[in-house]
């Protein structure tokens, strides 16, 4: 055959490139399906977690407008107007200090735990639906999104493979002090970005190491690892700042033992780390600097806790008791903590046996040693200044106070460090599940086997729910704006307090387009302006809240009309509200009338306007 051999007729050149190029492009389900068939496993996990979470939360659903944590009710109606005022920042109605709350001084938004960035975030979800539904995502939400984003961490940072990374992500998202927290503390529950932050400190630890480069550091990662990492703490700032404290002392103590197992890398590493750690640090303050003033010495500002570190402990003998909350766990061990929601510490004897005996396992890996130095400082800081066994006190000082009364530390409630505990704890079971798939000997399966048995220990019950007290007609249907003024103060009778923040629902339902007297909150009406939980009562409402109380008529002459009178004014009010449920509404009425006069009947309230 010679080149002038004839051959078979094919496709002009031009069609010949079409063609090519129509097979080799696949199509855009083609390209979907092709994404989803790779991370096949990651969204297998991803469902499974979010299903525990709803399965945890589903005494909420259908209806979380009808339904409320029955643990902690007064924490959900503060957190889901904190909802509410979040929400209005984008339709540009909103200010770190609010007048929404505590009219007129208002609220600091920032001393609160406003979760600021998640309230933003779900804003069309609570226009559209209400802050109760958005409150009701959240508490599933931060639990499975935990457990996912440490489920990546693991498999992705530390290649473990995914039932272990599976294991360990789980105890990180739905251990005891998670399940407890989710008792409406929607600041210490939203930890999704947490592994996000330890992931942006290991990338810059490794670019920073020069090791097996001619060139030295890696300086484009870097500049990246730093200002991502700055990115993700300006964020979490505005979710939970204590959640970010917990973290920033975990991973310091953990640097500490890291470079003292591996001081090779200690001494190669620690310039460009430090120096990319300390960039990161200027970059957040560049964005925080304000809003951190506005916290400690802005308007309403604290710069102190207001809870005692001697209350706010952990029982030594909690950390081997299951939690109350978990299938396993009994009702009496809730007497060694303050609240359901700071069942913190109880792991129990087979879980906290499980992790000691495989971080031993593990040796002398780097890793290892520093999440166990991790847990064990952070478990000891949780007993707070005084050790406590069994609810009696040793009068034995406990390592916190050495840390007592410093600033910021201040601020973190020492039973609240046991949280630190959990993902060390994830983390080191995952690296043993990891470990032992990869030998071929009796580790194979009796170490998976020890920990799955461990975590089945911890296995949680749904969070108890019971039904939400309807709102009045006056409320829900809108009739409030026939007596207040558009961003006017709307007085509810009884005002609310931190012991009965009820009526901060009305502002809820409102989307906060009203501003309340007293309240709710953290301020600073404490001795020489230190924190306080919420404020001080006028005398009118103290005499309002004492009728409700006791339901016994007051005396009403010329000076209790004229105090009422500048209680109105000081507070700024447009209208006094006084709806069919409140406790002894007939007597409340009366009283109301020989201050103020002849009410009108809006609904079923009474109302009076100014």
């Known amino acids: 055959m010679t080149s002038a051999a004839p051959t078979a007729p094919g496709p002009e050149p031009d069609q010949a490139v079409r063609l090519d190029q129509a097979v080799a492009r696949p199509t855009r389900v083609a390209r979907v399906l092709a994404?989803?068939?790779?991370?096949?496993?990651?969204?297998?996990?991803a469902l499974l977690f979010a299903l525990l979470a709803g399965w945890l939360t589903h005494g909420l659903w259908p209806a979380p407008g009808q339904r409320v944590l029955a643990l902690n009710p007064a924490d959900q109606t503060l957190y889901e107007w904190f909802l509410a005022i979040d929400s209005r920042a984008l339709l540009g109605d909103f200010s770190l200090l609010t007048d929404r709350l505590n009219a007129p001084d208002g609220v600091n938004l920032m001393a609160n735990t406003t979760v600021i960035?998640?309230?933003?975030?779900?804003?069309?979800?609570?226009?559209?639906?209400?802050?109760?539904?958005?409150?009701?995502?959240?508490?599933a939400g931060n639990l499975a999104g935990t457990a996912v984003a440490w489920y990546l961490l693991l498999t992705r940072t530390l290649r473990a493979r995914p039932v272990a990374a599976g294991l360990g992500a789980a105890l990180c998202g739905?251990?005891?002090?998670?399940?407890?927290?989710?008792?409406?503390?929607?600041?210490?529950?939203?930890?999704?970005?947490?592994?996000?932050?330890?992931?942006?400190?290991?990338?810059?630890?490794?670019?920073?190491d020069p090791a097996g480069r001619p060139d030295g550091p890696d300086r484009r990662r870097l500049v990246t690892s730093s200002a991502g990492l700055a990115a993700v703490v300006t964020v979490q700032v505005f979710i939970g700042e204590e959640v970010l404290f917990l973290t920033a002392f975990t991973l310091l103590v953990m640097a500490v033992a890291y470079g003292l197992a591996d001081p090779a890398l200690l001494r190669r590493a620690l310039p460009g780390f430090a120096g990319g750690l300390m960039t990161a640090a200027g970059l957040a303050l560049l964005v925080l600097g304000y809003p951190l003033w506005h916290q400690f010495a802005g308007p309403q500002g604290v710069a102190d806790g207001m809870f005692s570190p001697h209350y706010f402990s952990a029982d030594l003998t909690s950390w081997s008791t299951l939690s109350p909350l978990a299938v396993l766990g009994s009702d009496a061990s809730a007497r060694l903590t303050t609240g359901p929601a700071e069942y913190n510490t109880f792991l129990g004897w087979p879980l906290l046996l499980v992790t000691v005996g495989c971080a031993v396992w593990l040796g002398r890996r780097p890793l290892a040693v520093a999440c166990l130095a991790g847990g064990l400082v952070a478990a000891l800081l949780s007993l707070g200044p005084e050790v406590v066994v069994g609810g009696a006190r040793t009068g034995l000082p406990a390592p916190y106070a050495l840390l007592a009364g410093l600033p910021v530390v201040d601020g973190a409630l020492p039973m609240r460090f046991a949280l630190a505990v959990l993902p060390l704890a994830g983390t080191v079971l995952a690296l043993a599940v990891d470990r032992a798939l990869a030998e071929r000997g009796r580790a194979r399966r009796l170490v998976p086997l020890a920990v799955g048995v461990a975590l089945l220990s911890v296995l949680p019950a749904p969070l108890p729910t019971a039904g939400r007290p309807a709102l009045p007609e006056f409320v829900t249907a809108g009739h409030w704006r026939q007596c207040v003024r558009p961003n006017g103060v709307l007085v509810p009778v009884p005002p609310a307090t931190p012991a009965d923040p009820w009526p901060m629902?009305?502002?809820?339902?409102?989307?906060?387009?009203?501003?309340?007297?007293?309240?709710?909150?953290?301020?600073?009406?404490?001795?020489?302006?230190?924190?306080?939980?919420?404020?001080?009562?006028?005398?009118?409402?103290?005499?309002?809240?004492?009728?409700?109380?006791?339901?016994?008529?007051?005396?009403?002459?010329?000076?209790?009309?004229?105090?009422?009178?500048?209680?109105?004014?000081?507070?700024?009010?447009?209208?006094?509200?006084?709806?069919?449920?409140?406790?002894?509404?007939?007597?409340?009425?009366q009283t109301l009338e020989q201050l103020f006069g002849p009410g009108t009947r809006v609904a079923d309230a009474w109302t009076w306007r100014f």
């Open 505 to 589: 629902r009305w502002g809820t339902a409102a989307d906060a387009e009203f501003g309340m007297p007293e309240g709710f909150f953290i301020g600073s009406y404490g001795k020489d302006g230190s924190a306080a939980m919420g404020t001080y009562k006028q005398p009118t409402s103290a005499l309002l809240a004492d009728v409700a109380k006791r339901g016994v008529p007051p005396a009403i002459g010329d000076q209790q009309r004229r105090q009422a009178a500048r209680d109105i004014e000081f507070w700024g009010a447009s209208c006094v509200a006084l709806t069919d449920d409140a406790p002894h509404a007939e007597t409340l009425r």
């Open 35 to 45: 994404t989803l068939a790779r991370h096949r496993t990651e969204l297998l996990v």
């Open 174 to 208: 739905f251990g005891p002090g998670m399940v407890s927290q989710s008792n409406a503390h929607l600041h210490m529950t939203a930890q999704w970005l947490v592994p996000v932050i330890v992931w942006l400190v290991v990338r810059l630890l490794r670019a920073a």
């Open 117 to 139: 960035a998640l309230g933003v975030l779900l804003t069309p979800v609570t226009l559209a639906f209400g802050a109760p539904v958005s409150f009701a995502l959240l508490v």
